[in-house]
């Protein structure tokens, strides 16, 4: 069974930029989720997905940050302008179900540096 | 509010047990879990608890849940050097969505 994917795995950018992260879930897993993971922190949620609806954004900065799951399947977290404290691990995972006992599985992260 | 609170760091010899302990807040979480990243890897489940259970057992892994402290353990029998990770304990809060509230993380590290 394939794992989640991500893309890219690593991303550089200037303040004030502009950048997208991509993640494909395990076929099959209605719930996607979007953590940041600061260096030193654990992650922290910042969006999920229950197919292509919004279950939980309170944590998103929206001013900045924008996510969508237009067809249920795939996501892209973007994030215009970028700040120095965005620099993070930006974690995407999926499960089969929310609530209950739902494991999730996660990708590998996009490391994001903001310079 | 909801937050879990973790030790840093932890040191122990190959062979030896090793013992993480996690402390939360909400003591409606249904769940509790430890999962374990490894360097540059997303974050890996390796085991969880139910709240209504004391004691759970996984081969080498021994989790030990006190819901009248709101304490979690996790303990590591014959700690090998493959088991150098980041362990992190999470919650799953008093919403019925899923959502994790995690720690920060305990870096172990295995001396050979």
């Known amino acids: 069974e394939a794992g989640v994917a991500q893309s890219p795995r690593y991303k550089i950018i200037e303040k004030r930029q502009s950048v997208a992260f991509w993640c494909n879930p395990i076929s099959g897993h209605a719930t996607l989720y979007w953590y940041q993971q600061i260096l030193g922190q654990g992650p922290k949620l910042l969006i999920q997905f229950q197919n292509n609806g919004v279950v939980d954004d309170s944590q998103l900065p929206k001013d900045r940050f924008s996510a969508e799951r237009l067809k249920g399947v795939d996501s892209t977290l973007k994030i215009q302008p970028a700040k120095l404290e965005d620099s993070a691990v930006y974690l995407c995972?999926?499960?089969?179900?929310?609530?209950?006992?739902?494991?999730?599985?996660f990708g590998p992260g996009t490391r994001l540096t903001v310079l | 509010g909801e937050d879990v609170e973790q030790s840093l760091f932890l040191s122990v010899r190959e062979g030896d047990s090793s013992v993480i302990n996690c402390t939360y807040t909400?003591?409606?979480?249904?769940?509790l879990y430890w999962y374990k990243q490894e360097p540059g890897a997303g974050l890996q489940l390796l085991t969880y608890i139910f709240s209504n259970m004391d004691m759970k057992q996984d081969q080498r892994l021994t989790v030990l849940l006190n819901k009248k402290d709101k304490h979690l353990s996790l303990r590591i029998a014959d700690t090998q050097t493959g088991d150098s990770a980041i362990y992190f304990c999470?919650?799953?809060?008093?919403?019925?969505?899923?959502?994790?509230?995690f720690g920060q993380g305990t870096t172990l590290q295995v001396k050979p």
């Open positions: 999470a919650e799953s809060g008093s919403s019925n969505t899923g959502k994790l509230i």
């Open positions: 995972a999926s499960s089969e179900k929310r609530g209950g006992n739902n494991e999730q599985f």
């Open positions: 909400d003591s409606s979480s249904t769940y």
